[in-house]
C-alpha cells in the first residue's frame, strides 16, 4: 500500500485528517498534509474521496 | 482517482476554490459517474453557469460551456437540440440555478429534455460574498440578511419534481461515492435530471452562520441526511430537521427530442 500526497495541491483544510478512520495523517508546521503513520492505513480510501483538492491518493497493494 | 484526473481534468490544477469548499469533492463524483458509465469523452458536454460552482466546467476536459449567470439551461437545451446523441451535463449552483435561472430551471424541467442537472447546493452565493439564495434556510445569516433570512427555502428537489422532472435524487460532498450513484443514474435516465449535490461553503455560509470549518460542515452533512429507504422507517417526529438522499423521484414522460424528432419527420413527409 502507497499512500501520495501533492502538497503543492493540499491548502490545509484537515478534511482527511478528520475523517482517516485510523489516525494516518497530519498537518505539518505549514499546514499542509503529511502522513504520520502510514502502517496504519486500512486503504479505505475516505480521504481521498473527499480531498477537496486531488491532494492525497492511496493505492491498494 | 489519480488516474482520473488525467483523463478527464484539464492540466491546469491546483483550483481556485477555498481550503475546505465542497465544490472540489462533488466534481470528482460527477467524473467518476461518468467514467462509470464509460460515456464518451468527445460526445459529453458540460455547460454550467456563472458562479463558484460554475467554475468546475473550467478544469474539465470535455467540450464545456461556462455560459451566463442562470442560463447554462437554455444554452444546454440549445445543444442537446442541435444534437441529440451528445451527453449534456450542466452544472450550476444554488444561486445561478434556483434564483435568476429559476425560470429556466422549471420550464426546462417540464420539457423533460433529457440533460443531467447537477445543482451544488451550498445554501449562499459564494462567488459574490455571500448573499443568501432561494436556497438558504430560514433564519441564516448573509451580507444581505445581517439579521437573518426571512424567507422560507426551496425544496429544489420537490420544486423538479412538481415541475415535471422525471428523475431526482439528492446526494452530499460527505457521501461522495452515493453522489456518484445517484449522478450516474441520473445520467442514464432519459428526461430531465436534477440532481441536488449538497455541499459546504465554509468561507461565506459556514462562517456568517458558525457552522465550524469544513470538516464540521462534512459531518453536519452525515449527521442530517437519511436516506431514503431509511426514512421509510422514522416517524415524521424522527425526519425533523433531516433530509433524504438517493433516489427521490423516478417516472416516465416523452422527451422533448424524441417529440421534436418526430415533429420534423412528419413535417418533412408533408404531413400535418
Ligand atoms: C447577470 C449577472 N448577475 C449577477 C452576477 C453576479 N454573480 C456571479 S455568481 C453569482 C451567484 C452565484 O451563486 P451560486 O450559483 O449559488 O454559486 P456559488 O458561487 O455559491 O457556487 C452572482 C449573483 C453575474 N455574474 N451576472
Ligand atoms: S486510506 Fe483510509 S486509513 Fe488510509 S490514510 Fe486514507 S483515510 Fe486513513
Ligand atoms: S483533504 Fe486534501 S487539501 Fe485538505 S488537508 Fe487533506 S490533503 Fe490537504
Ligand atoms: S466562496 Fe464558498 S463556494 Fe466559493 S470557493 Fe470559497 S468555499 Fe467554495
Ligand atoms: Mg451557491
Known sequence: MAIKTIGK??????????????????????????????????TCKQCEMRCPDYAIFVEKK | MEKLIEKYYRPRLPHIWCPGCGNGIVTSSIIKAIDKLGLDQDKTVIVSGIGCSSRASG??????????????????????????????IVITGDG?????????????ARRNINLT?????????????????????????????????????FDIAELAKAAGATYVARGTAFHANMLVDVIAKGISHDG?????????????????????????MLKTQRDNAVTVEAAKKLSPEQLEGKFKIGVLHQSEAPEYTKQYQAIIDRAQKGAK
Open chain 1, 9 to 42: 495541491h493540499c491548502k490545509g483544510c484537515g478534511v482527511c485528517v478528520t475523517f482517516c478512520p485510523k489516525q494516518v495523517l497530519g498537518l505539518d508546521a505549514l499546514g499542509k498534509i503529511t502522513v504520520v503513520d502510514e502502517t496504519k492505513c486500512i
Open chain 2, 59 to 88: 478544469y474539465l476536459n470535455f467540450d464545456t460551456v461556462h455560459s451566463l449567470h442562470g442560463r447554462a439551461l437554455p444554452v444546454a437545451t440549445g445543444i442537446k437540440l442541435a444534437d441529440p446523441e451528445l451527453n449534456v
Open chain 2, 96 to 108: 445561478d440555478g434556483t434564483a435568476i435561472g429559476g425560470n429556466h430551471f422549471i420550464h426546462t
Open chain 2, 117 to 153: 442537472v447537477i445543482l451544488f447546493n451550498n445554501n449562499i452565493y459564494g462567488m459574490t460574498g455571500g448573499q443568501y439564495s432561494p436556497l438558504t434556510p430560514t433564519d441564516s445569516k448573509a451580507t444581505t440578511a445581517p439579521y437573518g433570512t426571512l424567507e422560507r427555502a
Open chain 2, 192 to 216: 430531465f435530471s436534477l440532481i441536488e449535490a449538497v455541499t459546504q461553503c465554509p468561507i461565506y455560509f459556514g462562517r456568517q452562520n458558525k457552522k465550524g470549518d469544513a470538516s464540521a
